[in-house]
């Protein structure tokens, strides 16, 4: 029996973002329950989310997304042969997200398949794109987070209500250019706690989220920074030597308190939750894609991805900037 | 060895500073944390935490909804190290 040759590494190419068009502002959420902008802020840093409509799907987002990527990549649809949609809000259970995302983008019999670890889907698909890709089972790879957590709210809960949102972002992963090529894909740091299950939960396909917010918050400004570290020693960065700090955008200010931990001074914080909500998988994408548009991530340079969430599951790894 | 009250309301009046930017001096004990320092449930974890590594003192979160004071923190941090 033959196994597959693998490959010195993986890369980033290309990232690609979508949101839908309806902006729900914090004044919007005020009228339906009793909450206000100066509470939002103060709690959990959003100032608008964005909404999908009533006939926008899952699938429609994380191909837009994925079609930008691909675009980006300026590799053929027929040149991807792995499709990856991490997402924890499915339309349903089959068939999944990745397949008939692949048939939109012409993207013609991949490997295809959906990938569920919450926030932290993202970090978990790209450290299983670039795996692939090493491992030469396969060449070039369209990863996706999207998420439509609109539909698992409850929109009278002030608790969630004013954090959660939908949207979706992606990224084409391929072999390195050349063998000694030191960018790529770093090595991920990644785990899970099934102690805390509870504390971000969908019970059943009848409920609606539901997370204790203070468990959370203590879990995260607590658990994360030594996994960020970990993930910056195993590459060989040095945290001051990262030009961006990308986070899962849960809450602004579990976002400050892991960045103040990290100690990366010279490092860009991402703060898409501001205007973007928390997209759960979607989030990470979804800012590296708008951090990228606006030029903010400097080519070639390392920037830390955190994911983590429901599960509890975290992952975290450097990329270099395509 | 045990802290005295008084420690314990300093090195409180430190996190809460940290945490908040609530000027230690007034954090005095009858303050309570919601009302009169402005500090949201966020921020009582934050203290909570910094509570742990200064005291070493853990304050789980269903005792942290009963702490309304900085007496209520300065009496638990007592009791916890005593029965410690």
């Given at each position: 029996?033959?196994?597959?040759?693998?490959?010195?590494?993986?890369?980033?190419?290309?990232?690609?973002?979508?949101?839908?068009?309806?902006?729900?502002?914090?004044?919007?959420?005020?009228?339906?329950?009793?909450?206000?902008?100066?509470?939002?802020?103060?709690?959990?840093?959003?100032?608008?989310?964005?909404?999908?409509?009533?006939?926008?799907?899952?699938?429609?987002?994380?191909?837009?997304?994925?079609?930008?990527?691909?675009?980006?990549?300026?590799?053929?649809?027929?040149?991807?042969?792995?499709?990856?949609?991490?997402?924890?809000?499915?339309?349903?259970?089959?068939?999944?997200?990745?397949?008939?995302?692949?048939?939109?983008?012409?993207?013609?019999?991949?490997?295809?398949?959906?990938?569920?670890?919450?926030?932290?889907?993202?970090?978990?698909?790209?450290?299983?794109?670039?795996?692939?890709?090493?491992?030469?089972?396969?060449?070039?790879?369209?990863?996706?987070?999207?998420?439509?957590?609109?539909?698992?709210?409850?929109?009278?809960?002030?608790?969630?209500?004013?954090?959660?949102?939908?949207?979706?972002?992606a990224a084409v992963v391929s072999p390195l250019a050349e063998e000694d090529d030191a960018a790529g894909i770093g090595p991920v740091v990644w785990g899970s706690d099934g102690d805390l299950a509870d504390k971000i939960i969908i019970s059943d396909r009848n409920s609606f989220i539901h997370q204790e917010g203070q468990a959370v918050f203590r879990w995260a400004t607590t658990a994360l920074h030594p996994v960020a570290k970990e993930a910056c020693r195993r590459a060989g960065v040095d945290p001051s030597e990262l030009t961006a700090f990308i986070p899962h955008q849960a809450n602004l200010r579990i976002i400050e308190s892991i960045a103040r931990r990290l100690g990366a001074p010279q490092a860009i914080v991402a703060d898409d939750i501001v205007t973007a909500g928390n997209t759960s998988s979607?989030?990470?994408?979804?800012?590296?894609?708008?951090?990228?548009?606006?030029?903010?991530?400097?080519?070639?340079s390392p920037a830390l991805l955190l994911g983590f969430g429901a599960g509890i599951c975290y992952a975290a790894q450097v990329i270099t900037v395509p | 060895m045990a802290m005295t009250e008084a420690e314990i309301l300093a090195g409180l009046g430190e996190i809460i500073d940290e945490v908040a930017g609530v000027p230690a001096d007034q954090v005095t004990p009858d303050k309570t944390f919601v009302d009169d320092l402005d500090i949201d449930s966020l921020s009582m974890v934050e203290i909570a935490v910094a509570a742990q590594d200064k005291f070493g003192v853990e304050i789980p979160d269903d005792q942290l909804k009963d702490l309304k004071t900085v007496q209520d923190v300065v009496d638990y941090v007592k009791r916890s190290e005593v029965s410690a």
């Open positions: 029996m033959r196994v597959t040759q693998g490959r010195a590494g993986a890369r980033i190419l290309a990232f690609g973002g979508y949101q839908p068009a309806r902006v729900v502002t914090n004044d919007e959420l005020s009228q339906a329950m009793d909450t206000s902008d100066e509470w939002i802020q103060a709690r959990v840093g959003i100032a608008s989310r964005r909404v999908a409509g009533p006939d926008e799907s899952l699938a429609d987002m994380a191909a837009a997304a994925g079609g930008k990527a691909l675009a980006g990549s300026g590799l053929s649809p027929e040149d991807i042969d792995l499709v990856i949609v991490a997402t924890c809000t499915p339309e349903a259970p089959i068939p999944n997200t990745a397949a008939t995302v692949a048939r939109r983008l012409g993207i013609m019999a991949p490997g295809a398949y959906d990938l569920n670890a919450a926030c932290a889907g993202f970090c978990y698909a790209l450290a299983a794109a670039s795996d692939s890709v090493r491992a030469g089972s396969a060449t070039n790879v369209l990863v996706i987070g999207a998420e439509k957590l609109s539909q698992w709210v409850d929109w009278t809960d002030r608790s969630t209500a004013i954090i959660f949102a939908d949207g979706a972002g979607a989030s990470i994408p979804l800012a590296l894609s708008r951090m990228a548009e606006r030029g903010e991530l400097p080519s070639g | -």
